[in-house]
C-alpha cells in the first residue's frame, strides 16, 4: 500500500521526473516521494533511447543555435551555443555525482564519447561554417573543435558521407567531446535509486486521471490500468513531468497559467541501419543544417548510436502528423480532446502564422521511402535501400500560448503554481540533455527553503558545483577545465577505439 499523503507526486516516470525526484530526495531525505507512470514501464515514451536522438545537446554540432548573421561577413553569435553548453555541462556534473555515489551506476552501460560533426556542402554554407567555427574555437568550451573542407581529412572523420560524393565543395567541423546518451536507461536507473529510499515509490501501470487544488497542496486521482480500480492521492507538492500528457492534466489544475494554452504534436520517425558491416564504418553524430522552411526544428543528422548493448545508425527525424500525444498510451483523440473555447484561437493563430513550417511537415508526411533515402544520401551518398528501415520516433508536443499571437513555442519552459506548489514542464527541446538545469530550476523556484539551508546548499553544491556560478565568465574557466576532465573520468567518457 503506497504511503498516505506523499510530501511529493511526480507524474511520469521519465528522465525529468528521474531527476527532479533524485534531487529532492538528496536535498531532502525526509521528504515521501510518489511517482506515477501511466505505461506499464518507466521511461518509454519521449525519454526511451530509440524515441529521441540520444544526442547530449551542448551546442556543438546543432547549427540551428548559431543561426547565420543577417548581415554577410558579421560574426556569428554564440550565445545560444554558450547558454546550451553551460546547461548540458550541469547535466554532466549532476550524472558524475550520481555514478559516483551509486545513483546511476554503469555509466558505460547509458552515455558514450561520440564525436560531434556539423557536415555542409555548397560554398556559402561552407562560408558560415568557417565564420562559426572561428567564433566558437574563439571560446574555451569550444577550443578543441576542428574544422577542414580538405576530402581525406573528412574521410578520416566520417568515411560514409565522402565516400561515392560527386565533386562538390564540402566542409565540416569535429569536436571529440561530444556524447550519445540513453536517456531512457538513465531514468530508470535513477527511477530505481528513487524506488528504493524510505519512503518513496515509483508506480507503473498508474495513471492521474484528475488533478485538482486541495486545502494543502493538490488531490488527484490515480487509475490502476490492471484492475481499472481509482484511488486518490493527496500531496503538498506535484510535478507534471507527462511529456505530451502534460497539457490536459494542467488544463485539469484549473490555473491561469493554463488559459488559452494549446498544443500541437509532431510526431518523428528515423531511418535505422543495423547492417554492421555499415555502423562500422561511422563514428559520429553528423548533424546538417534546417531546411530553410522546417522553423525550429532542427536539421538531418546521421548517427552511431548505443542502443542495449548494440551499435546502429539512425537517420533523420523525419515529421509525420498524428493527433496523439503519447505513442503507448495516447489515443487519436488526445489532440481534439485538449481543444477548449479558450485555446482553439491560439492553434488556428498558429496554424496561421506557421504556413510554411505546416507545408513543411504536410510534405515530409506524405513523403515515400524513396525520398527519405535521398535525404539520406545527401549524408551518405552510397546507402543501400536494403540496409535501411523507417521506425517510429518520439512526438513532441510544442506548447502553443495564447500570449504568444501564434508563435510555435520549441523550448523548454517549467511553469508552476502562483503558490509554488505545482510546476509542470512544456516543449521538448532541447529537452533530456538540460534535465538536470530544469530539476534545478524546479527546486529554486518551488524548494528555495531546501538550499538556503546549510546543509541543502552543501549537498546541491556537490550534485552540480556550479549551480550558482556562471560558467560563461572567464574566472570559472580554468575552474571548469579541471572538473570537466574529472567528470569525464567518473562518466568513463574516452575516445579510445572510435570504431568500437
Ligand atoms: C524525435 C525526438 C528526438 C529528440 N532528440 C533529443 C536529443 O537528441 N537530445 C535531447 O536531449 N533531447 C531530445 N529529445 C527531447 C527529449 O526526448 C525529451 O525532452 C525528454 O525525453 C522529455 O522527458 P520527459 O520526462 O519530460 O517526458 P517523457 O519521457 O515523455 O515521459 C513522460 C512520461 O509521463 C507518462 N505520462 C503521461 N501522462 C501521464 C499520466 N496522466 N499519468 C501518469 N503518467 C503519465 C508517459 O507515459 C511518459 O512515460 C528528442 C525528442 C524527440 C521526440
Redesign the pocket.
Known amino acids: 500500500m503506497p504511503t498516505p499523503d506523499p510530501d511529493v507526486v511526480l507524474?511520469?516516470?521519465?528522465?525529468?521526473?528521474a531527476h527532479l525526484g533524485v534531487m529532492l530526495k538528496r536535498l531532502d531525505p525526509r521528504l515521501s516521494i510518489e511517482v506515477?507512470?501511466?505505461?506499464s514501464e518507466l521511461?518509454?515514451?519521449?525519454?526511451d533511447g530509440w524515441?529521441?536522438?540520444?544526442?547530449g545537446?551542448a551546442g556543438l554540432c546543432e547549427l540551428n543555435y548559431t543561426p547565420p548573421p543577417a548581415v554577410a561577413g558579421a560574426p556569428v553569435d554564440v550565445t545560444k551555443a554558450v547558454e546550451i553548453f553551460t546547461r548540458f555541462e550541469q547535466s554532466r556534473q549532476f550524472w558524475s555525482y550520481a555514478v559516483a555515489h551509486g545513483l546511476a551506476p554503469r555509466p558505460a552501460e547509458w552515455i558514450r564519447a561520440v564525436p560531434h560533426l556539423s557536415f555542409v556542402r555548397g560554398d556559402a554554407n561552407i562560408a558560415f561554417l568557417r565564420a562559426r567555427h572561428a567564433a566558437l574555437s574563439a571560446h574555451s568550451f569550444f577550443r578543441t573543435m576542428e574544422f577542414t573542407a580538405e576530402r581525406d581529412v573528412l574521410h578520416r572523420w566520417a568515411p560514409l558521407l565522402v565516400e561515392g560524393r560527386a565533386a562538390e565543395p564540402i566542409a565540416a567541423t569535429k569536436i571529440d567531446a561530444g556524447t550519445d546518451v540513453n536517456?531512457g536507461e538513465l531514468s530508470r536507473r535513477l527511477l530505481a535509486w528513487l524506488g528504493a529510499q524510505e519512503g518513496c515509490r515509483v508506480f507503473t501501470g498508474?495513471?492521474?486521471t484528475h488533478l485538482r487544488r486541495a486545502s494543502e497542496g493538490w488531490g488527484l486521482v490515480v487509475r490502476h490500468a490492471e484492475s481499472g480500480e481509482s484511488r486518490p492521492v493527496r500531496a503538498r507538492f506535484v510535478f507534471i513531468?507527462?511529456?505530451?500528457?502534460t497539457l490536459p492534466?494542467l488544463q485539469a489544475s484549473g490555473l491561469p497559467v493554463a488559459r488559452g494554452l494549446g498544443a500541437f504534436p509532431i510526431a518523428?520517425q528515423w531511418l535505422v541501419c543495423e547492417n554492421p558491416a555499415v555502423v562500422a564504418r561511422h563514428f559520429a553524430k553528423a548533424y546538417g543544417p534546417p531546411p530553410p522552411d522546417s522553423g525550429a526544428l532542427g536539421g538531418p543528422h546521421l548517427d552511431v548510436r548505443h542502443l542495449h548493448g548494440k551499435r546502429v545508425l539512425l537517420f533523420g527525424?523525419f515529421a509525420t502528423w498524428t493527433t496523439k500525444f503519447?505513442h503507448?498510451?495516447g489515443r487519436v483523440t488526445d489532440l481534439p480532446a485538449s481543444l477548449r473555447t479558450g485555446n482553439l484561437a491560439t492553434l488556428l493563430r498558429a496554424g496561421l502564422h506557421n504556413r510554411v513550417l505546416v507545408r513543411f511537415l504536410v510534405r515530409q508526411a506524405l513523403q515515400s521511402l524513396e525520398c527519405r533515402l535521398r535525404a539520406l544520401r545527401e549524408f551518405y551518398p552510397e546507402a543501400r535501400a536494403a540496409d535501411w528501415r523507417l521506425v517510429d520516433?518520439?512526438?513532441?508536443v510544442q506548447a502553443l500560448k495564447k500570449a504568444d499571437a501564434g508563435r510555435l513555442y520549441f523550448g523548454t519552459e517549467v511553469v508552476t503554481a502562483p503558490n509554488r506548489t505545482l510546476a509542470a514542464?512544456l516543449g521538448?527541446?532541447?529537452?533530456?540533455?538540460v534535465s538536470a538545469h530544469i530539476a534545478l530550476q524546479i527546486i529554486q523556484t518551488c524548494f528555495p527553503e531546501k538550499l538556503r539551508a546549510s546543509d541543502g546548499y552543501a549537498c546541491m553544491k556537490a550534485m552540480i558545483p556550479t549551480f550558482d556560478t556562471d560558467l560563461g565568465q572567464p574566472a570559472a574557466a580554468s575552474d571548469y577545465a579541471r572538473r570537466s576532465a574529472e567528470i569525464d573520468d567518473l562518466l568513463q567518457l574516452r575516445i579510445t577505439n572510435t570504431s568500437g
Open positions: 507524474i511520469g516516470g521519465g528522465i525529468m521526473s506515477y507512470e501511466a505505461a521511461a518509454r515514451e519521449s525519454s524515441n529521441n536522438a540520444g544526442t545537446h536517456f498508474h495513471r492521474v513531468g507527462a511529456g505530451g500528457g492534466l518523428g527525424p503519447l503507448g498510451t520516433a518520439g512526438i513532441r514542464l521538448a527541446s532541447p529537452g533530456a540533455s
